[in-house]
């Protein structure tokens, strides 16, 4: 047949795009073979990093918290997972997935004719394809193009993985409900143990999370959630993956445990708590700072292995919650007894002096009346808006109530007393336990490791170490309890006080510093300056750059009273150096970081032990000698000092050695004590976090932070072995002192006591104190034994009416006035005390 010309033109077009169809089809479908055949898929998954939350463990294996950001997935090996499951996934999602190719013909013409249909296309995916929806296609789109996508990558999934491996990525990734991915998160979260021990039942709930997490969850809708298990369980029956028996007994054991009362908000977010929250947010920082280069914490899965140790933590926690209880309660009756006081007995003078004088800028019945009737508010009117806005659903009545507890509790909160324990290994820097606060979800400040606050009479070991070091004093030196003036280097003078106002004249270092004496501590720091004692306290306290420390510490004397700023690590640290021989101690919290591959990438605790293997054991920031006699002076806190009755309250140590030292500051706005054995060093704090309140006389360092201390160290040593300090091998003497004069004793010495001292810095000389005070003694006994002789007696005396011990007197000061001496009577018989009152060593 011969066309025509146009008809011609139409077949000829149609021939060519025939033939370009033909070459484009081939052209797209070698391609396509082609691409089949490269290995890309598993080139990417190896590169494939899903968002695995970040584990910290304790010291001995037991999880802390887990850190992620919103995703929470664990990794679990598909030969760990129980059969049952991947039984119960195959049931549910995929019957035919030991026999596909990686899609359903019948799931997919399915999914084709909803499309014809213009209506909503779900399911008909595979298993494979969701793996591969989940890597190479947008899953929240729902259109034929991510259909074809998903089919393209099951395609290639299927050629370079086996079975089980698009098994392991499967469930080790999908979503499960509740901020869970992975069925290892999800069993974690919805029955408490690992997927290793799911049952059938258990299994079953799980994968019907995997379509529609929303709708099946067991703690929003249990009910739906019953009924899709029971056909999941009837599936696996039917395809032969367990007997009728074991899946009713599964199903009834299930719900028979059921916990009905669970939150149905509770997400694995939420649910994510911190056994031990400051620590973990501490340790959290550190890995900031280790880790480099890009990572993510939240997502990338490591585990850090810690030397906290959660059963220390937990007997921490205990004992600091029963004593926030009981000291903020003792902090607010004493505070409403002083106000009391004030209303009762000052105020209506004030009120009636103005009123007679009609001043009126102290005129203050209209304030005391406003507090009074705010106080009958918040206590009596506010709870009864809140029951009557639930009662009738009132928004106006409920935001009224919730203003006045949001005004009650700023009102407590400013006036809270807060405290902080950190216990760290006197020979390693471990940090064991490490209490923050008392609430960290309302107050994510950690006070053990930021708070940097007065540490008061605390401080003083630290310059009292280096007066020990120099030789200028010894625990037997005498100082001066009284009275005194000190000048600095500006002229500037400072009179300090004791605490209870007293004086005891003549004292021991070692009875001065165990009763924390002010005066003679301040003497101490006198003699060795404050240039040598802020250098070593500065060492101690591993704060060495001197740029900061000329303004951290100040060079005048309320120095010497604590009137600085550290943290209780800080003063932990420091402390924990005189037990480990003078050498500085490094705070340690992580031990060793792994990568989700569990390849150790970081160790520093290896790096510990190698140089301590090496002869790096720290920094020798203090003689062995002069770290072992200030181990001996501060058990004397514990022995007889200011924790004597701290000790004696929990029944002593069950001998285990104690050591420390209490503080309080000015005002009583803080109250510490830090104190060690052989093994621990414990620093306990309690104060405000802002500045000038006060906490009462009745709570100091003894009484408030001392208690927690003792209960805590014996707790914390229960069942260790008993255990010395160790001393140095050579460098010490020990011997006899007078137990007055700290001099080589005489046979007049009424009492000795074994001292102990860095060798060359024993006293050299006897005991002048009593030698001096037997020959006034002998002086005074010859003049007394004359005045009685009757010859020398007034023999008159019944005449003048006067006694007859007034007439020996009369003689005593007669003659001794005649010797040029000069005593007052009233003083004999007073003892020593009274005559170390006058000795000031500071004038010899």
Not at 169 to 177: L, P, R
Not at 202 to 222: D, F, G, K
Not at 256 to 278: L, Q, T
Not at 305 to 334: G, V
């Amino acid at each position: 047949m011969i066309l025509s010309g146009k008809k011609k033109i139409y077949a000829e077009i149609i021939v060519a795009v025939a033939v370009l169809l033909t070459l484009t089809v081939g052209a797209v479908g070698g391609y396509t073979i082609a691409k089949l055949r490269e290995p890309v898929v598993r080139k990417d998954l190896k590169e494939y990093s899903p968002a695995i939350p970040t584990q910290i463990y304790d010291r001995n294996g037991e999880l802390i918290t887990e850190i992620f950001s919103d995703v929470k997935r664990d990794i679990v090996p598909i030969q760990e997972l129980p059969k049952q499951l991947i039984f119960a996934l195959i049931s549910r999602e995929d019957s035919d997935f030991f026999q596909h190719n990686g899609f359903s013909i019948r799931g997919t013409a399915r999914a084709a004719w909803n499309v014809l249909l213009g209506t909503y296309f779900s399911g008909g995916s595979t298993l494979t394809q969701q793996v591969a929806g989940q890597h190479y296609a947008d899953r929240t789109k729902q259109t034929i193009t991510r259909k074809l996508r998903e089919l393209w990558y099951a395609f290639k999934m299927e050629r370079e993985l086996s079975k089980y491996e698009i098994l392991e990525m499967y469930i080790n990734e999908m979503y499960f409900g509740h901020n869970t991915y992975g069925v290892e998160a999800a069993s974690q979260f919805y029955f408490g143990h690992s997927a290793r021990k799911l049952t059938i039942a258990e299994a079953a709930i799980l994968v019907i999370q995997l379509a529609s997490p929303a709708r099946y969850s067991p703690l929003n809708h249990p009910e739906r959630a019953r009924e899709r298990q029971q056909q999941v369980l009837r599936q696996m029956v039917e395809l032969g993956y367990t007997s009728q028996e074991e899946a009713n007994f599964s199903f009834q054991q299930y719900w028979n445990n059921y916990n009905y009362s669970r939150s149905n908000i509770a997400s694995a977010y939420f649910d994510n708590e911190s056994k031990a929250p400051y620590f973990s947010e501490y340790v959290r920082l550190q890995l900031n700072d280790m880790l480099y280069g890009a990572v993510d914490i939240n997502k990338d899965g490591y585990i850090v292995h810690t030397t906290l140790d959660l059963d220390a933590q937990r007997k921490a926690d205990a004992i600091m919650d029963r004593a926030y209880r009981r000291i903020n309660e003792q902090y607010h009756n004493n505070n409403r007894k002083r106000l009391d006081v004030v209303d009762e007995t000052y105020l209506p003078i004030v009120e009636l002096l103005s009123l007679g004088f009609n001043i009126e800028d102290i005129h203050i019945s209209g304030a005391q009346q406003r507090k009074a009737a705010l106080n009958y508010y918040f206590e009596s009117i506010s709870p009864s808006i809140e029951a009557l806005s639930s009662l009738l659903g009132s928004n106006e009545l409920y935001r009224l109530s919730q203003f006045s507890h949001g005004v009650t509790d700023e009102r407590n909160r400013t006036n809270t007393v807060e405290g902080a324990l950190i216990t760290i290994d006197n020979s390693s820097g471990h940090i064991i336990s490490m209490v923050g606060g008392s609430d960290f979800e309302t107050k994510q400040y950690n006070r053990a490791t930021d708070a940097f606050v007065l540490p008061g009479s605390s401080f003083k070991p630290l310059y009292y170490s280096e007066a020990i070091s120099s030789g200028k004093f010894t625990p037997a030196t005498r100082l001066y309890d009284g009275p005194i003036v000190f000048f600095d280097s500006t002229g500037r003078e400072y009179t300090p006080l004791n605490y209870l106002g007293n004086w005891e004249g003549s004292v021991r270092l070692r009875y001065a510093l165990a009763t924390s004496m002010n005066v003679p501590s301040l003497q101490v720091l006198d003699g060795i300056g404050f240039e040598a004692a802020i250098d070593r306290a500065s060492a101690l306290l591993g704060m060495e750059d001197r740029k900061d420390n000329r303004t951290l510490f100040p060079r005048n004397f309320p120095l010497g009273l604590g009137i600085t700023a550290v943290s209780p690590l800080r003063m932990a640290r420091a402390f924990a150096t005189f037990p480990n021989q003078g050498r500085a101690v490094e705070p340690m919290a992580i031990t060793s970081v792994l990568n989700r591959n569990g390849e150790t990438i970081i160790n520093p605790e290896q790096d510990r032990i190698r140089n301590q293997r090496h002869g790096d054991g720290g920094k020798q920031v203090l003689s062995p000698q002069a770290a072992y006699v200030m181990v001996d002076l501060l058990q004397s806190t514990v022995d007889f000092g200011t924790l004597r009755y701290r000790r004696l309250n929990v029944g002593g140590f069950d001998g285990m050695p104690m050591a420390g030292k209490t503080g309080t500051t000015q005002n009583w706005g803080d109250a510490w004590t830090v104190g060690f054995s052989p093994y621990y060093t414990t620093a306990v704090w309690f104060g405000f976090d802002t500045p000038g309140n006060s906490l009462g006389r009745e709570l100091t360092g003894a009484t408030a932070a001392g208690p927690v201390w003792a209960e805590y160290m014996k707790s914390l040593h229960s069942g260790l072995p008993l255990k010395e300090f160790e001393r140095p091998s050579s460098g010490l003497v020990e011997m006899k002192v007078c137990a007055e004069s700290g001099q080589i004793p005489t046979q007049l010495c009424p009492e000795t006591i074994e001292e102990i001292f860095i060798a060359g810095t024993e006293p050299k000389q006897f005991c002048s104190y009593h030698s001096f005070k037997e020959e006034r003694d002998d002086e005074l006994t010859r003049k007394l034994h004359n005045s009685l002789l009757i010859e020398d007696l007034d023999i008159e005396y019944h005449n003048t009416g006067s006694s007859f011990e007034d007439e020996i007197l009369k003689n005593i000061e007669s003659q001794l006035s005649e010797d040029g001496g000069d005593t007052n009577t009233s003083d004999l018989g007073a003892g020593d005390d009274d005559n170390r009152e006058t000795y000031n060593p500071l004038l010899e």
